[in-house]
């Protein structure tokens, strides 16, 4: 199952959750079993920290670096996203994101730059990271090729204080004690670099591309057990889509009417997940759905049993206004959170402004036909 967050956070989560005070044989066997299990999972897989947003095209270069640039203007955008809101109060599964990129008509080539946190658990099991981007638009006929590159930074961070760990479970009539788990810890946290790289190919009407994320598979561990390695897994993203124009050649310059049509497949490790999405634009307005998790593969869960990799369906409404665009969505989860998790909340605002055009609409050919949500 690839879903947007797992492994360590679903450790820490466990971790917090545990009662304080345990006063029955059989509630002590189940709790202290349930931490030493998670305690195991933090340990040995602290490595997977799967971040996505579900408006995709509000954060484009999160996508693949070949979309630097991608309206043939300048763009500035910000992002919230607020998952599971019920399972902590306040919510503690929070990313916040500011890209910028533009297009430099001269050079034919867009550049980007962006920044991103995000924060897990009572933990504050966070990643900072900083990235610029490089793509260059060259012209094949009727069609547009988009070569890509991403360096990133990244910021680990842990606060092993802020857990409830197995050995300071408190049975009955025995005083607190503190942990010597934090120990294990090398440092609250690593640092390292990352590369990306991605392919476009499209006209106006349709667009497809693929991405290769982690290129370098760093070391990202904050553990001195276990050999001190845990190595990202390479990720790869497939993509595309297809917009149908609906509106009539009279209304097409006032009130554009189109529907789109979008996928997304990602790969990582022995992970995957297929979206499927749709839009309906007319502007100023923005709908669209997507299904997160197409079962595609049949997978089994933890316990055995055989499941699929359905996870949510995405609610999502923009709306325009010159310059300004407004986007939200909402997560329904349909797996096993349903009614429990609170689904996701996410908003972005983006600012499109015209830094080298002047006015001169011809110079826009060669724009990536994709939504702006």
Same mark, same amino acid.
């Given at each position: 199952?690839?879903?947007?967050?797992?492994?360590?956070?679903?450790?820490?989560?466990?971790?917090?959750?545990?009662?304080? =005070?345990?006063?029955?044989?059989?509630?002590?066997?189940?709790?202290?079993?349930?931490?030493?299990?998670?305690?195991?999972?933090?340990? $040995?897989?602290?490595?997977?920290?799967?971040?996505?947003?579900?408006? @995709?095209?509000?954060?484009?270069?999160?996508?693949?670096?070949?979309?630097?640039?991608?309206?043939?203007?300048?763009?500035? %955008?910000?992002?919230?996203?607020?998952?599971?809101?019920?399972?902590?109060?306040?919510?503690?599964?929070?990313?916040?994101?500011?890209?910028?990129?533009?297009?430099?008509?001269?050079?034919?080539?867009?550049?980007?730059?962006?920044?991103?946190?995000?924060?897990?658990?009572?933990?504050?099991?966070?990643? %900072?990271?900083?990235?610029?981007?490089?793509?260059?638009?060259?012209?094949?006929?009727?069609?547009?090729?988009?070569?890509?590159? =991403?360096?990133?930074?990244?910021?680990?961070?842990?606060?092993?204080?802020?857990?409830?760990?197995?050995?300071?479970?408190?049975?009955? &009539?025995?005083?607190?004690?503190?942990?010597?788990?934090?120990?294990?810890? %090398?440092?609250?946290?690593?640092?390292?670099?990352?590369?990306?790289?991605?392919?476009?190919?499209?006209?106006?009407?349709?667009?497809? &591309?693929?991405?290769?994320?982690?290129?370098?598979?760093?070391?990202?561990?904050?553990?001195?057990?276990?050999?001190?390695?845990?190595?990202?897994?390479?990720?790869?993203?497939?993509?595309?889509?297809?917009?149908?124009? @609906?509106?009539?050649?009279?209304?097409?310059?006032?009130?554009?009417? /189109?529907? %789109?049509?979008?996928?997304?497949?990602?790969?990582?490790?022995?992970?995957?997940?297929?979206?499927?999405?749709?839009?309906?634009?007319?502007?100023?307005?923005?709908?669209?759905?997507?299904?997160?998790?197409?079962?595609?593969? =049949? @997978? @089994?869960?933890?316990?055995?049993? $055989?499941? /699929?990799?359905? /996870?949510?369906?995405?609610?999502?409404?923009?709306?325009?206004?010159?310059?300004?665009?407004? &986007?939200?969505?909402?997560?329904?989860?349909?797996? /096993?959170?349903?009614?429990?998790? &609170?689904?996701?909340?996410?908003?972005?605002?983006?600012?499109?402004?015209?830094?080298?055009?002047?006015?001169?609409?011809?110079?826009?050919?060669?724009?990536?036909?994709?939504?702006?949500?």
């Amino acid at each position: 199952m690839f879903q947007k967050r797992f492994g360590n956070k679903g450790a820490i989560a466990i971790c917090f959750f545990v009662n304080h =005070e345990i006063t029955e044989p059989m509630g002590k066997l189940i709790k202290i079993l349930g931490v030493s299990v998670a305690a195991i999972v933090m340990a $040995a897989s602290v490595q997977a920290q799967i971040i996505q947003f579900s408006q @995709t095209y509000a954060t484009p270069t999160f996508l693949g670096p070949s979309f630097a640039g991608l309206t043939q203007m300048g763009r500035v %955008t910000l992002n919230y996203r607020n998952q599971w809101p019920n399972i902590s109060s306040p919510s503690e599964y929070q990313t916040y994101a500011f890209s910028a990129d533009v297009y430099l008509h001269k050079i034919g080539s867009g550049l980007g730059i962006s920044l991103l946190r995000d924060v897990a658990g009572p933990g504050d099991l966070g990643s %900072t990271i900083g990235a610029i981007q490089y793509t260059k638009s060259i012209r094949m006929g009727n069609l547009y090729v988009r070569p890509g590159a =991403e360096f990133n930074y990244t910021q680990r961070s842990f606060n092993p204080a802020n857990v409830t760990w197995i050995d300071q479970v408190r049975i009955e &009539g025995e005083n607190w004690t503190e942990s010597d788990i934090p120990q294990t810890f %090398t440092a609250n946290k690593r640092q390292y670099l990352d590369a990306t790289a991605s392919g476009l190919l499209y006209n106006e009407k349709f667009w497809i &591309g693929l991405t290769a994320d982690n290129l370098l598979r760093p070391n990202q561990t904050l553990l001195s057990t276990i050999d001190n390695e845990a190595y990202i897994d390479r990720k790869f993203m497939f993509y595309g889509g297809y917009k149908i124009r @609906t509106s009539t050649k009279k209304r097409r310059t006032k009130n554009p009417e /189109d529907v %789109t049509i979008t996928f997304l497949y990602q790969m990582q490790g022995s992970s995957d997940q297929l979206n499927i999405g749709a839009y309906y634009n007319r502007y100023p307005l923005v709908a669209g759905v997507w299904l997160r998790g197409i079962p595609i593969v =049949e @997978t @089994t869960n933890i316990k055995g049993s $055989a499941t /699929d990799n359905f /996870d949510a369906v995405i609610w999502l409404i923009g709306y325009k206004m010159g310059s300004v665009s407004l &986007g939200y969505s909402y997560d329904m989860s349909i797996n /096993d959170l349903i009614g429990k998790s &609170g689904g996701a909340s996410e908003l972005s605002l983006i600012y499109s402004f015209d830094p080298n055009i002047k006015g001169n609409k011809k110079k826009r050919k060669g724009m990536i036909p994709c939504p702006g949500f």
